[in-house]
């Protein structure tokens, strides 16, 4: 008996290990959950790609790790009335006892198969090899149901999520919520100062223009924006300058997103929906999800090869820590690599882009004298440098995103920043452009600045 008892023991943890993981869904989240053999009885709560958290919700032998695996974007029209359906307690232990039962027999049929297998295996053959197996079996089931009704299922602790343990980015989860809360409150003063603001620095722009005009009436604006980081309020800050500037495209150079996830970039897809030609160059916090649904949503995605936009070449170089999920900086090694390559491209040909893009300026520095504009961002510090002796003009936007949720902790450091450049198309390559604002506006204040700078060399 002892025999049969050990493999049913075993049967038991072999079916949890190879078929306890199961799916299901609660409205427009799917989730994954498996049960592990442990020491200690928790609950781990994954999701990617920002950490987990922990719980002490019941006794050994199992872990339970439950994993959100996807999040349907076309349900998931309006995320607070979707959470807010969540809520009901109702509705989640219902479907919570269907998906349990359904798990329960599963693993009661897994546990049951494993074992009698371990027992035919085992035993010599003979009259009660099957009786064996069967009664092994059943003994398995049994066990299975007293531990998970023993350890697991009652009594489950639900009360210690109140106090749970982080892992990864989520480690700063209780910060991070005191400080979103503050973000939504001050997203939504900047979006309603943006609107005054706007027309204040349109009102601005049309002195400096009265006083010394930047171009002639054929002018082509270009609203060069950058790492918004997912802040809500910067898309309302581009609407405004979009349509009070008239400006005829806009070009991103990358960090979009935090975590560069499906659902910021749903949330963030807007702006591939401006009424004007939306051009984005991929920076480290955004990914090949962000890079597709915007493609799909009907932006540009910048590339090496020049695409052509009211008389304009565009081209550009993604960072290479887009092509994952780590959100880390690229190591300068990789980035050099890439640079090169293009550098050679660029000297077989005779007529360099008018705009090149990059994300981060260790990239623009390598292509000083090469190209006649660059653009990037990634240093949340706007500047503009005409250089002269390379010929070379470098065009940083700062943050318009003013950091996201990380700018709270220093607001003056991380102002929302953007840049406005005109350009004649009808001069010669190289000096198309012919000057630049410089927007800086300080959060929770009613100031902003606007430097206008010129481009000599277009002039001479």
Request: glycine share 6%; net charge negative; with cysteine.
């Amino acid at each position: 008996m002892l025999l049969v008892f050990l493999s049913a023991l075993a049967g038991l943890f072999i079916a949890v290990i190879l078929f306890s993981e199961t799916s299901f869904k609660l409205k427009a989240f799917e989730f994954s959950a498996s049960l592990f053999p442990s020491l200690s009885g928790e609950t781990v709560v994954v999701f990617p790609p920002l950490g987990k958290l922990r719980a002490a919700t019941h006794l050994a032998p199992f872990l339970l790790e439950i994993t959100l695996k996807n999040v349907d974007l076309d349900i998931l029209s309006a995320s607070l009335q979707e959470l807010s359906a969540l809520q009901d307690i109702s509705f989640l232990q219902r479907e919570l006892k269907e998906k349990l039962f359904f798990f329960t027999a599963r693993q009661a049929a897994a546990s049951f198969i494993c074992s009698a297998l371990i027992t035919l295996i085992l035993l010599r053959r003979g009259s009660r090899q099957i009786r064996r197996a069967l009664i092994c079996g059943l003994l398995s089931v049994l066990l299975l149901g007293l531990l998970l009704g023993g350890t697991l299922i009652y009594p489950y602790n639900t009360g210690a999520f109140a106090n749970p343990r982080f892992e990864g980015a989520l480690a700063a989860a209780p910060w991070i919520v005191s400080i979103a809360e503050r973000a939504l409150e001050t997203a939504a003063i900047m979006s309603e100062q943006f609107e005054l603001m706007a027309l204040n620095l349109e009102d601005v722009s049309n002195r400096l223009q009265l006083i010394r005009p930047v171009s002639d009436s054929s002018e082509i604006r270009v609203l060069h924006v950058s790492d918004i980081h997912n802040n809500p309020a910067a898309f309302n800050l581009i609407e405004k300058v979009t349509a009070s500037f008239q400006i005829d495209l806009v070009i991103d150079t990358g960090d979009l997103t935090d975590y560069g996830s499906e659902l910021e970039a749903e949330l963030a897809a807007r702006m591939a929906r401006l009424p004007v030609p939306y051009l984005f160059i991929p920076g480290n916090h955004d990914s090949p999800q962000i890079i597709e649904l915007l493609r799909r949503e009907g932006a540009i995605i910048i590339s090496p090869e020049p695409v052509e936009i009211g008389g304009l070449r565009v081209a550009g170089l993604a960072d290479p820590a887009a092509e994952n999920h780590s959100a880390e900086v690229a190591e300068k090694s990789a980035m050099y690599e890439i640079c090169l390559e293009e550098k050679k491209v660029l000297a077989g040909e005779g007529n360099p882009p008018d705009i090149f893009a990059v994300h981060n300026p260790f990239m623009a520095e390598l292509f000083r004298g090469d190209l006649p504009l660059i653009l990037s961002g990634h240093t949340h510090r706007a500047g503009i440098i005409f250089d002269e002796e390379s010929g070379t003009v470098f065009v940083n936007a700062g943050t318009t995103g003013a950091a996201g949720v990380r700018g709270l902790l220093a607001p003056r450091d991380n102002p929302y920043s953007a840049a406005i450049l005109y350009f004649n198309p009808h001069l010669d390559p190289g000096f198309k452009l012919t000057g630049a604002d410089l927007i800086s506006i300080d959060q929770f204040q009613d100031s902003f600045t606007l430097q206008r700078f010129y481009n000599r060399q277009a002039e001479s």
